[in-house]
């Protein structure tokens, strides 16, 4: 089984903010419908989903650290 991470974000209401959404350096949303990024949670091939976090980083972390205890 490969173990291969993926991060998703999501908008405050819960819906998946994808990746065409664009953002500027500052973090504001650019495309016209996106309320922003609240949640991001990390998901890997093998059904395994990380607990939500505030920031891409730190559900990043989370998805290295599962690939690591798994192998
Ligand atoms: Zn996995
Ligand atoms: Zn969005």
Redesign the pocket.
Same mark, same amino acid.
């Given at each position: 089984m490969r173990h291969s991470i993926a991060v998703t974000a999501y *908008?405050p209401d819960k819906t998946v =903010?994808?990746p065409d *959404?664009t953002y500027t350096t500052g973090n504001r949303?650019l !495309?016209a419908g =996106? !309320?922003?990024?609240s949640q991001f949670v990390a998901s890997c091939d093998c059904a395994w989903t990380g607990t939500p976090s505030a920031t891409k980083g730190y559900a990043a972390e989370m998805g290295r650290r599962h690939r690591t205890a798994a192998r």
């Open positions: *908008h =903010c994808p *959404h949303p !495309t =996106c !309320t922003g990024r």
